[in-house]
């Protein structure tokens, strides 16, 4: 079964109930409808699978609109996402997709 | 002397045996020996070194890794800024300082120990006990070749991204906090600047506090690669961390190495069309730190009816008259270090978080109908900001129930300094 990997660092995964990793079917990032018409998904999707499925506290710290909340870098197979495209970057089998907030503690 | 011997010195000093040595002491060869035999460093790097000039700002956990590492590796000019002064809380991770140290001016007694492990810097190095402002933080920069930003807040650690892309500088960047570090060099050739990233602090600031904690040898490590790094930038290496940031996770042992974009042609600083030119606070928002506040709208502080004073609450305890009890706010972690006996813990996340706020209401009906005849509730925190604002969260999910809400005014500091000196602060 094809999968993605979802990773949460630097205080992301308290919004996930303390999960760090996640392992999402690709299958199931587009929901009951998107799968049976081959749609092409993306982080976009993504984020929306995460917000009705995993996310546990407190959305408006994860997620601004549509859009991730600034101060979270979203990495795509070791990749600032905009090097990979943004939010329409269409995800693939194997896919590591890593949330990680930018920490300013010293 | 003999004919002999003079036949021999006039033979070797033709064949020009004397000998030589590199624009280093003897002194200086002998402190730096295991970095000098290094190829890739060697007598050219211990001159670049010499000839460096490091700007340090902060003087915590990650300063005194990144500076006692510079000193001791020859930095020709070292400044580190830092108004703060030392406290008990700061010595798991701020190594540099001794139990003796407590009270003292950070910045000062670090130049102080970086002058005892290495006195053979070209220049002593120098203690700026000050705050950076956007009135001073442009001539620092521009007065070093290499920044090391080693803050701990949003609005620092801005000024000295702005600072760095006005003047030209590299910033090697590194924070810690809980159990994770993170590492990158903004604006070194074509690497990005912290804007490019996220344009406005003051998104930022609202979700950054000094409250949060963190282990002991991560700032220790975060501060030794930025020693490394900014090593490498004055010595001509190539700068592995311009670019790619990393990311480690001390708890899981991970080491995330992420690379980042291009410098943003839109960037509001190091764009084509920047519309920051000057240091400006318009630009940089607040260097206090709001905690949670910009997350409640309006004025969250409470008046004086709705508080109760230490001394009054230790009264109303030895009375018994009015059945009261605790809400406790802080985390579960904190409730584990002290705080009142009996009291309920219901964290200020849970009473912010919409999805948990039922669970909050059961709590606090279960708890109400075990006092009977209960008709008051005080609220604490660690300091008495939270607990105002959880007074507010809480008349709201106890809008249909006829209690008297209250806070306790200055939190367990106050409880400490009007009520019980021997109460442990944290
Ligand atoms: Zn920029």
């Given at each position: 079964m094809a999968v993605i990997h979802v990773e949460f660092a630097g205080g992301v995964e308290l919004l996930f109930d303390n999960v760090k990793k996640l392992t999402i079917p690709l299958e199931c990032v587009g929901g009951d409808t998107a799968s049976k018409e081959n749609k092409i998904l993306t982080i976009k999707d993504l984020l929306q699978r995460l917000r009705q499925s995993y996310l546990k506290q407190r959305p408006e710290l994860f997620l601004q609109g549509d859009s991730i909340k600034p101060g979270i870098l979203v990495v795509i197979n070791d990749c600032d996402w905009e090097l990979m495209g943004g939010p329409d970057y269409a995800l693939a089998p194997g896919d590591t997709v890593v949330f990680i907030s930018t920490l300013h503690g010293g | 002397?003999?004919?002999?011997?003079?036949?021999?010195?006039?033979?070797?000093?033709?064949?020009?045996?004397?000998?030589?040595?590199?624009?280093?002491?003897?002194?200086?060869?002998?402190?730096?020996?295991?970095?000098?035999?290094?190829?890739n460093f060697g007598v050219k790097g211990q001159l670049a070194m010499r000839n460096a000039k490091f700007l340090v700002v902060g003087a915590g956990g990650l300063g005194c890794s990144a500076c006692i590492h510079l000193s001791g590796s020859g930095a020709g000019k070292l400044t580190i800024v830092d108004h703060d002064r030392i406290e008990a809380s700061n010595l798991h991770r701020q190594i540099m300082y001794t139990t003796a140290d407590i009270g003292r001016f950070k910045a000062e007694v670090l130049v102080e120990r970086c002058k005892n492990s290495n006195p053979l810097t070209l220049y002593p190095p120098e203690a700026l006990c000050v705050a950076l402002t956007t009135d001073n933080c442009l001539e620092l920069v521009r007065a070093h070749d290499v920044i090391l930003d080693c803050t701990d807040n949003v609005y620092a650690r801005y000024l000295l991204n702005d600072a760095c892309v006005l003047a030209s500088r590299p910033l090697v960047s590194a924070s810690a906090l809980k159990f994770d570090g993170q590492l990158t060099v903004y604006n070194f050739r074509d690497s990005v600047c912290r804007r490019c990233l996220f344009p406005d602090p003051k998104i930022l600031q609202a979700q950054s506090c000094d409250d949060n904690g963190v282990m002991g040898p991560v700032p220790g490590i975060m501060g030794a690669l930025q020693a490394m790094e900014a090593i490498k930038v004055a010595a001509g290496l190539e700068v592995t961390f311009a670019g790619i940031k990393l990311h480690y996770d001390a708890l899981t042992g991970s080491f995330y190495r992420i690379k980042l974009r291009p410098r943003n042609p839109l960037c509001p600083l190091c764009g084509a069309a920047s519309v920051i030119r000057t240091l400006s606070d318009d630009h940089l928002g607040t260097n206090t730190c709001f905690s949670r506040q910009p997350e409640?709208?309006?004025?969250?502080?409470?008046?004086?009816?709705?508080?109760?004073?230490?001394?009054?609450?230790?009264?109303?305890?030895?009375?018994?008259?009015?059945?009261?009890?605790l809400v406790d706010v802080r985390t579960p972690a904190e409730v584990q270090i002290c705080g009142f006996r009996n009291s309920l813990n219901l964290p200020m996340d849970?009473?912010?978080?919409?999805?948990?706020?039922?669970?909050?209401?059961?709590?606090?009906?279960?708890?109400?109908?075990?006092?009977?005849?209960?008709?008051?509730?005080t609220v604490v925190c660690r300091r008495g900001n939270d607990s105002q604002m959880a007074v507010h969260l809480l008349r709201k999910i106890l809008a249909d129930v006829p209690v008297i809400l209250k806070d306790l005014e200055g939190g367990l500091y106050g409880w400490k300094r009007d009520v019980d000196p021997n109460f442990p602060i944290y």
């Open positions: - | 002397m003999s004919e002999i011997s003079q036949i021999t010195l006039l033979k070797n000093a033709e064949l020009h045996h004397e000998t030589y040595k590199a624009e280093l002491s003897a002194e200086e060869i002998g402190r730096y020996a295991r970095q000098l035999v290094l190829p409640v709208p309006g004025n969250f502080l409470l008046d004086q009816d709705s508080r109760i004073s230490s001394s009054d609450l230790a009264t109303a305890f030895k009375s018994e008259t009015v059945p009261n009890f849970s009473l912010l978080d919409e999805n948990a706020r039922q669970t909050v209401r059961q709590k606090l009906y279960q708890k109400l109908q075990e006092i009977p005849g209960c008709s008051s509730v």
